[in-house]
């Protein structure tokens, strides 16, 4: 089992940046394939983006190419989630995700354990 909290979140322009983190604890994180999710009032979550337990293949929704970046320390059992040129259509809860299934998904209910979120909200 694995427990996971976010921080970093916060208030930023558009065109601005934000690091989060998400420090797991528990066993074997490594294991797990982990995903950043973001969830705007009265829409669905979605899948921002996440990487294959083991420290494998990256995944990035179209929306978020070429601006957010996703890595992991793994002594410090932290992922990050770099956004760069933040747009209003940014704003949102930002969950971070971890499963055990050998497949990486990027379906909001394919995972086990969820962090508390981190709201963003970026400003015109």
């Known amino acids: 089992q694995v427990q996971l909290v976010e921080s970093g979140g916060g208030l930023v322009q558009a065109g601005g940046s934000l690091r989060l983190s998400c420090a797991a604890s528990g066993r074997a994180f490594m294991t797990y394939n982990v995903g950043w999710f973001r969830q705007a009032p009265g829409k669905e979550r979605e899948f921002v983006t996440g990487?294959?337990?083991?420290?494998?293949?990256?995944y990035y929704a179209d929306s978020v190419k070429g601006r957010f970046t996703i890595s992991r320390d793994n002594a410090e059992n932290t992922v990050y989630l770099q956004m760069n040129s933040l747009k209003p259509e940014d704003t949102g809860v930002y969950y971070c995700?971890?499963?055990?299934?050998?497949?990486?998904?990027?379906?909001?209910?394919?995972?086990?354990?969820w962090g508390q979120g981190t709201q963003v909200t970026v400003s015109s």
């Open positions: 990487f294959r337990w083991g420290g494998g293949s990256t």
């Open positions: 995700a971890a499963d055990r299934n050998y497949q990486f998904r990027s379906t909001w209910n394919e995972y086990d354990y």
